[in-house]
């Protein structure tokens, strides 16, 4: 290693720590599937975390499913980060207990929670007690429809506090056994380092609410859109005020199986490293605390004939990486995230499936609501990567005996890897709050869009004016109002619907929908109406209307759940209305054809990502928006290299297919 693994690892870490975490070699029992190539059939399962850090830089290691303490006391010097599972319920786990026959299973997670607290008490913030992988997962839903959202949350806590068999996840599964934790072990998540992993969106910020202080997510393939994942990870570390990670899965592909390489480098199956390239790189400018490799060893490492090992594609990749974050430019600045998205708090919701809490609460339009929000902001989102779907049988038969007879493909797999990285509209610049935000957290963001089936209460309305008051904006839908308060919102409902076909803006654009139903209100003097909607024989009707009260505004949408009727995109005119409200907020513009974008901010320099997820070469411009400042110099970071720019107020920009840009842009004040 040519840096100081020290500066990267105080005892605490702080809310902007970066830890890159290669993972620990995987045990031949423990890893592989009969029917798809794996790590233990490839024999590059006994490489070893050593081996790893020689050639990848990275400050932090997983220690997967066997915590030993051999392993541990290498973890044990304060040189790197440390996650290691534990998972007390597992069929994993137990698995690994048979390698210590001397001891019953109960001893034996005796002695490994005794070690692992040891070990958390000399180290501090070094370590972490992952104590169950993806258990959100796992939960055994019951074949039938709770009464509400309610019901379906507490049954779902129950599945990982209580102790009824019924309700306890899939023991096989990688889980935890709270029962145990709190009644023989006494563990008190606020003063021991306790992280959950999980793979659901709509568990996201439960962990923090149970007291966990860390929390990551598994991504890639077909666990939908890592961007969506991003907002809610990031939202709900920032609402409670925990870290935050990714688990990086290479688990998939046109031919199922990690991502795996023959002997002269051609990939067998599994995720592409240009994906997984490209979400490593997304995750660390989306200012993520942790980014994890699975399956290190066999993704990242080549075993030729003679037992020689060397990096595979993704392993060069990742050794790049590493050196990028770590040794280069580990000054990310901070990440640019004006906006959040309110839910409630019991919402149940996930990309894709249309299914809420696991399809045992009816999937309604405030949740169809969530839906079109995120399909706006991420384009390409709900994209199916569950990519062997995509293939004919003719297709899939070739790929499977191309992981039998390796060779060069004939089709390029990242044509066919969608939805799990999209563009952006406005960058990834959105963080997912429930409604239980705390107000001093909501103060961060200028824009608080609140979204599905969510009610303002008194107590809500309350904070979101004092929100407002201070300067920030909310966007409601008249659904969201039983009752409409005059003082709040600015109007009072008539208690009529009206169908109207076109709409105006205030800022000049006009939008012909066809009939759409609004709710009829009845303004304040003091509410202006900023986009209206017209009929030639009925007068005009607000669509959108902003009430000012002290430094901010609140709008609301008069078209029920913002869309002309079910089944109807996005309604046009509520578009037009995201845009106009959300630009004026963002440091730089991104023009040209949609691409995703991360915007991060230094002192005197803007860092844009763009990452293109499409088969085809990306042009475009970046302008500065922000008055009075002009380009000074730019920097192409990831290629090293000046690019000339100064005295303008944007640069063009080109981008490869299934590649990124990492720029820059130094920034001076116009005299």
Same mark, same amino acid.
């Given at each position: 290693?040519?840096?100081?693994?020290?500066?990267?690892?105080?005892?605490?870490?702080?809310?902007?720590?970066?830890?890159?975490?290669?993972?620990?070699?995987?045990?031949?029992?423990?890893?592989?599937?009969?029917?798809?190539?794996?790590?233990?059939?490839?024999?590059?399962?006994?490489?070893?975390?050593?081996?790893?850090?020689?050639?990848?830089?990275?400050? !932090?290691?997983?220690?997967?499913?066997?915590?030993?303490?051999?392993?541990?006391?290498?973890?044990?010097?304060?040189?790197?980060?440390?996650?290691?599972?534990?998972?007390?319920?597992? =069929?994993?786990?137990?698995?690994?207990?048979?390698?210590?026959?001397?001891?019953?299973? @109960?001893?034996?997670?005796?002695?490994?929670? =005794?070690?692992?607290?040891?070990?958390?008490?000399? +180290?501090?913030?070094?370590?972490?007690?992952?104590?169950?992988?993806?258990?959100?997962?796992?939960?055994? &839903?019951?074949?039938?429809?709770?009464?509400?959202?309610?019901?379906?949350?507490?049954?779902?806590?129950?599945?990982?506090?209580?102790?009824?068999?019924?309700?306890?996840?899939?023991?096989?599964?990688?889980?935890?056994?709270?029962?145990?934790?709190?009644?023989?072990?006494?563990?008190?998540?606020?003063?021991?380092?306790?992280?959950?992993?999980?793979?659901?969106?709509?568990?996201?910020?439960?962990?923090?609410?149970?007291?966990?202080?860390?929390?990551?997510?598994?991504?890639?393939?077909?666990?939908?859109?890592?961007?969506?994942?991003?907002?809610?990870?990031?939202?709900?570390?920032? @609402?409670? $005020?925990?870290?935050?990670?990714?688990?990086?899965?290479?688990?998939?592909?046109?031919?199922?199986?990690?991502?795996?390489?023959?002997?002269?480098?051609?990939?067998?199956?599994?995720?592409?490293?240009?994906?997984?390239?490209? #979400?490593?790189?997304?995750?660390?400018?989306?200012?993520?605390?942790?980014? *994890?490799? #699975?399956?290190?060893?066999?993704?990242?490492?080549?075993?030729?004939?003679?037992?020689?090992?060397?990096?595979?594609?993704?392993?060069?990749?990742?050794?790049?990486?590493?050196?990028?974050?770590?040794?280069?430019?580990? =000054?990310? $600045?901070?990440?640019?995230?004006?906006?959040?998205?309110?839910?409630?708090?019991?919402?149940?919701?996930?990309?894709?499936?249309?299914?809420? &809490?696991? $399809?045992?609460? #009816?999937?309604?339009?405030?949740?169809?609501?969530?839906?079109?929000?995120?399909?706006?902001?991420?384009?390409?989102?709900?994209?199916?990567?569950?990519?062997? +779907?995509?293939?004919?049988?003719?297709?899939?038969?070739?790929?499977?005996?191309?992981?039998?007879?390796?060779?060069?493909?004939?089709?390029?797999?990242?044509?066919?890897?969608?939805?799990?990285?999209?563009?952006?509209?406005?960058?990834?610049?959105?963080?997912?709050?429930?409604?239980?935000?705390?107000?001093?957290?909501?103060?961060?963001?200028?824009?608080?869009?609140?979204?599905?089936?969510?009610?303002?209460?008194?107590?809500? @309305? #309350?904070?979101?004016? @004092?929100?407002?008051?201070?300067?920030?904006?909310?966007?409601?839908?008249?659904?969201?109002?039983?009752?409409?308060?005059?003082?709040?919102? !600015?109007?009072?409902?008539? !208690?009529?619907?009206?169908?109207?076909?076109?709409?105006?803006?205030?800022?000049?654009?006009?939008?012909?929908?066809? %009939?759409?139903?609004?709710?009829?209100?009845?303004?304040?003097?003091?509410?202006?109406?900023?986009?209206?909607?017209?009929?030639?024989?009925?007068?005009?009707?607000?669509?959108?209307?902003?009430?000012?009260?002290? *430094?901010?505004?609140?709008?609301?949408?008069?078209? *029920?759940?913002?869309?002309?009727? %079910?089944?109807?995109?996005?309604?046009?005119?509520?578009?037009?209305?995201?845009?106009?409200?959300?630009?004026?907020?963002? %440091?730089?513009?991104?023009?040209?054809?949609?691409?995703?974008?991360?915007?991060?901010?230094?002192?005197?320099?803007?860092?844009?990502?763009?990452?293109?997820?499409? %088969?085809?070469? &990306?042009?475009?411009?970046?302008?500065?928006?922000?008055?009075?400042?002009?380009?000074?110099?730019?920097?192409?970071? &990831?290629?090293?290299?000046?690019?000339?720019?100064?005295?303008?107020?944007?640069?063009?920009?080109?981008? +490869?297919?299934?590649?990124?840009?990492?720029?820059?842009?130094?920034?001076?004040?116009?005299?």
């Amino acid at each position: 290693m040519n840096y100081d693994a020290d500066k990267f690892l105080p005892v605490k870490i702080s809310p902007d720590m970066f830890i890159f975490a290669v993972e620990f070699d995987q045990a031949e029992f423990m890893e592989g599937q009969d029917d798809i190539p794996s790590p233990t059939t490839t024999g590059i399962e006994y490489t070893t975390l050593e081996m790893n850090r020689s050639e990848i830089p990275s400050n !932090g290691v997983r220690i997967w499913t066997n915590p030993d303490s051999a392993k541990m006391q290498r973890a044990d010097t304060g040189r790197y980060f440390v996650m290691t599972d534990l998972w007390l319920a597992s =069929d994993q786990q137990r698995k690994v207990a048979k390698l210590y026959p001397e001891l019953s299973y @109960q001893e034996y997670l005796d002695t490994q929670v =005794d070690l692992l607290r040891k070990l958390m008490k000399r +180290n501090g913030e070094r370590v972490w007690w992952g104590l169950c992988g993806e258990q959100d997962g796992g939960v055994i &839903w019951p074949d039938r429809f709770f009464k509400n959202k309610k019901e379906a949350y507490e049954y779902y806590r129950e599945c990982y506090f209580g102790n009824d068999p019924s309700r306890y996840p899939n023991a096989t599964r990688k889980m935890a056994d709270f029962v145990m934790m709190k009644e023989r072990y006494g563990i008190d998540f606020q003063k021991e380092n306790i992280a959950m992993q999980v793979s659901k969106c709509f568990s996201t910020h439960y962990p923090y609410e149970w007291g966990a202080r860390f929390a990551w997510c598994e991504r890639t393939g077909s666990l939908g859109n890592a961007q969506i994942a991003v907002a809610f990870m990031r939202g709900a570390a920032s @609402q409670y $005020g925990g870290y935050w990670g990714i688990d990086v899965s290479g688990w998939g592909g046109c031919v199922p199986g990690a991502c795996l390489y023959d002997e002269t480098g051609n990939q067998l199956c599994g995720i592409t490293d240009s994906l997984m390239l490209r #979400e490593i790189v997304s995750y660390f400018y989306s200012g993520t605390n942790l980014v *994890h490799l #699975e399956s290190t060893a066999s993704s990242c490492w080549i075993k030729d004939k003679n037992n020689k090992f060397k990096l595979s594609p993704y392993g060069e990749k990742c050794k790049k990486f590493g050196q990028h974050v770590l040794i280069d430019h580990p =000054d990310r $600045g901070k990440t640019c995230v004006p906006f959040a998205v309110m839910l409630e708090h019991d919402h149940g919701w996930d990309p894709r499936d249309r299914r809420i &809490w696991n $399809g045992c609460v #009816e999937y309604g339009p405030g949740d169809q609501m969530i839906d079109d929000f995120f399909n706006f902001i991420f384009p390409g989102q709900e994209d199916n990567c569950y990519i062997i +779907n995509g293939l004919d049988d003719k297709d899939c038969f070739d790929r499977m005996k191309a992981a039998e007879n390796p060779g060069v493909q004939e089709r390029d797999w990242r044509e066919l890897e969608k939805g799990v990285l999209a563009t952006s509209r406005f960058g990834d610049s959105f963080d997912v709050v429930l409604e239980n935000c705390p107000l001093d957290v909501l103060k961060r963001y200028k824009v608080v869009v609140v979204a599905g089936a969510i009610k303002i209460n008194p107590e809500l @309305q #309350e904070k979101l004016k @004092q929100y407002v008051e201070s300067g920030g904006k909310v966007v409601l839908n008249i659904k969201h109002l039983d009752n409409p308060d005059p003082e709040f919102t !600015g109007f009072k409902s008539k !208690g009529e619907t009206l169908s109207y076909p076109k709409f105006f803006t205030s800022w000049g654009n006009a939008w012909d929908e066809g %009939p759409s139903i609004l709710e009829m209100v009845e303004l304040a003097d003091n509410t202006k109406v900023i986009v209206e909607a017209r009929r030639s024989y009925q007068p005009d009707t607000c669509a959108i209307s902003r009430k000012k009260i002290g *430094h901010g505004e609140v709008y609301t949408s008069m078209i *029920h759940y913002n869309r002309k009727a %079910p089944g109807k995109p996005l309604a046009p005119h509520y578009q037009d209305f995201l845009s106009w409200l959300f630009n004026p907020y963002l %440091p730089v513009k991104v023009e040209g054809n949609h691409i995703q974008h991360i915007v991060s901010e230094k002192d005197n320099s803007i860092i844009v990502t763009l990452i293109n997820n499409k %088969p085809e070469l &990306w042009n475009g411009k970046i302008i500065i928006n922000k008055p009075g400042v002009s380009i000074d110099k730019v920097k192409d970071l &990831w290629g090293n290299k000046n690019l000339s720019a100064a005295g303008s107020v944007s640069i063009d920009v080109s981008c +490869n297919k299934f590649d990124f840009r990492i720029l820059e842009i130094n920034t001076v004040k116009e005299r």
